[in-house]
């Protein structure tokens, strides 16, 4: 049986703290916006998040953990990015809230089915938590993230102000390499890689 030191225990109990306070943060925003507008957008996006606090709260402990500075920093970013996402009234919104909800609504199935097939093997940084292949992961290997792309999308078409579009540009590029990262430490599992064999794409498939 392994034992968890100290360090490592601290580290795991900031770690979780951090993920209730910036959806704090992003519940805030989301929840005012929509008591002003009406507005169902932004809670789509919160759904999504929500998720993220009660998965890693449950999350089974990691076989192999990526503590690497560049690893770090990418979840840093990718986990970082939405709380600072604000929903302001913007009269140059690109699409009618009707079309962004079915969008944003899209994207959080997407992301609902992934993480209740991922279950406890969720987690924040690149690890392997045990590989899951099946559901949505027989698509893509990243079904969490095609689900967070595709809201963000949705998001942005409600509110595409300067300062939402350069985070989340940042965010996403960040949440790629993330993705790539943890493909990183778990290929060092046989499992995976005959996993890897069976399903091709990343993100999108036929794309990347």
């Known amino acids: 049986m392994q034992v968890r030191l100290p360090g490592e225990r601290v580290r795991d109990l900031l770690a979780r ?28 996006l919160l759904a999504g998040e929500a998720l993220v606090v009660v998965l890693t709260v449950v999350r089974r402990r990691a076989r192999l953990v990526d503590r ?27 699409a009618p809230d ?9 994207g959080l199935i997407v992301v609902i089915v992934g993480k209740i097939t991922l279950g406890r093997s969720f987690g924040v940084a690149p ?9 949505p992961y027989l698509v893509v290997r ?6 967070y792309l595709i809201t963000h999308a949705g998001f942005l078409l409600a509110y595409p102000s300067p300062r939402n ?10 949440l790629i390499v993330r993705a790539l990262m943890e493909e990183r430490v778990l290929k060092a599992d046989a499992e995976y890689q005959g996993y890897c064999q069976r399903v091709g794409w990343h993100l999108v498939p036929g794309v990347f």
């Open 127 to 135: 690890a392997n938590r045990g590989i899951v292949a099946r559901g």
């Open 142 to 147: 990243h079904p969490i993230y095609t689900g």
């Open 165 to 174: 579009i350069g985070i989340l540009l940042i965010t996403d590029a960040a």
């Open 17 to 44: 703290a951090c993920i209730v306070i910036l959806f704090t943060l992003l519940s805030l925003n989301l929840l005012s916006d929509f008591l002003r507008t009406g507005h169902v957008t932004g809670l789509l």
């Open 98 to 106: 009707a079309l962004t909800a079915v969008v944003s609504a899209f």
């Open 68 to 94: 690497s500075v560049a690893a770090g920093v990418m979840t840093t970013i990718s986990l970082a990015g939405p709380p600072l996402l604000r929903a302001t009234a913007v009269p140059t919104a690109l």
